[in-house]
């Protein structure tokens, strides 16, 4: 069982940055694969980023490339986003999400879910 819990959304202006946090409670937190997705209004949630188990490959949305960074720290079992120069577009319920052993881009492939962070993002 993996339990995570997001942080550090919240109101920001076009051009800022915010970090969003992930904390993880699993036996073997390096064992898993850890994405980040999120969800705006009306639409469908979307993939963002995922990191593999060692933090040695990475992958992003084409929305997000060069704007957004995962990161993840074993040790601490948490997984991180920094997101700079966000746009209103940006708008969403950002999630963490965890999946066993490769670094899927496909809901389907993420087993445990947090509750979501809120980010805004004015004009």
């Known amino acids: 069982q993996v339990q995570l819990v997001e942080s550090g959304g919240g109101l920001v202006q076009a051009g800022g940055s915010l970090r969003l946090s992930c904390a993880a409670s699993?036996?073997?937190?390096?064992?898993?694969?850890m994405g980040w997705f999120r969800q705006a209004p009306g639409k469908e949630r979307e993939f963002v980023a995922a990191?593999?188990?060692?933090?040695?490959?990475?992958t992003y949305a084409e929305s997000v490339k060069g704007r957004f960074t995962i990161s993840r720290d074993n040790a601490k079992m948490t997984v991180s986003l920094q997101m700079n120069g966000l746009k209103p577009e940006d708008t969403a319920v950002y999630y963490c999400?965890?999946?066993?052993?490769?670094?899927?881009?496909?809901?389907?492939?993420?087993?445990?879910w947090g509750q979501g962070t809120q980010v805004t993002v004015s004009s």
């Open positions: 990191i593999n188990w060692s933090g040695g490959y990475t």
């Open positions: 999400a965890a999946a066993a052993w490769n670094t899927p881009r496909r809901e389907r492939d993420y087993a445990y």
């Open positions: 699993a036996r073997t937190f390096s064992d898993y694969a």
